[in-house]
């Protein structure tokens, strides 16, 4: 059973980038479940999706923050990151990433990590 | 982006009841609709997409309806481990969700 993991640091301050990275076990990152998404559920918001990654590496992310995002693979380690750039106190949130729930659509989640909580503060 | 509009925001119920939870998207997304669980520190759950299809391993309690803008999601018979947050989620076009409903 594939899970999801993931790791990185709980503060990041203004203007900085925020960088998390999502460990699969259970099953390859290449495997027919072709979608790695990142979401992320602000406080008092509802949940939004950032992008994902096709294995081949190819991107798709959401226009409200294209520009920041940038997510990546590394099938090596069996893991893809999150990188957000010029952070503020709006991107204070739990980040959870996610696997397409098959490779015909992208964007169902199953499964999900835990979630990790990043704040943004000096 | 389309946006999603969920009621209520909130609920209280008795275990055993029927809960039912409305959401409705601003242009029509057919019946390209999900719902999940969320719960404090654990993993969110797909429990139902394509508006109506039980996710596997999910208990045959939770149900899905609609088709166009309009959809509900039912639990039948409310049980203790039902607590917690259910959003809807369309994925016609770039993915968004509902504001979320706290099942309490």
């Known amino acids: 059973q594939v899970q999801l993991q993931e790791s990185g640091p709980g503060v990041v301050k203004p203007s900085q980038t925020l960088s998390l990275t999502c460990t699969v076990s259970?099953?390859?990152?290449?495997?027919?479940?072709?979608?790695w998404s990142w979401i992320r559920h602000r406080p008092g918001e509802g949940l939004e999706w950032i992008g994902y990654?096709?294995?081949?590496?190819?991107?798709h992310y959401n226009p409200t923050l294209r520009g920041r995002v940038l997510i990546s693979l590394d099938t090596s380690k069996n893991q893809f990151s999150l990188n957000l750039g010029s952070v503020s106190a709006a991107d204070t949130a739990i980040y959870y990433c996610?696997?397409?729930?098959?490779?015909?659509?992208?964007?169902?989640?199953?499964?999900w990590g835990q979630g990790t909580m990043v704040s943004v503060s000096s | 982006d389309i946006q999603m509009t969920q009621s209520p925001s909130s609920l209280s119920a008795f275990v055993g009841d029927r809960v039912i939870i409305t959401c409705q998207a601003s242009?029509?997304?057919?019946?390209?609709l999900s719902w999940y669980q969320e719960k404090p520190g654990k993993a969110p759950k797909l429990l139902i997409y394509d508006s109506s299809t039980l996710h596997s391993g999910v208990p045959s309690r939770f149900s899905g309806r609609g088709s166009g803008t309009e959809f509900t999601f039912t639990i039948s018979s409310l049980q203790p481990d039902d607590v917690g947050t259910y959003y809807c989620q369309q994925y016609e076009n770039v993915p968004t969700f509902g504001g979320g409903t706290k099942v309490q």
């Open positions: 990654i096709y294995y081949s590496g190819a991107t």
């Open positions: 996610a696997r397409s729930k098959d490779a015909l659509n992208p964007t169902i989640f199953d499964p």
């Open positions: 259970g099953g390859s990152i290449n495997s027919g479940y072709p979608y």
């Open positions: 242009q029509d997304i057919t019946n390209s």
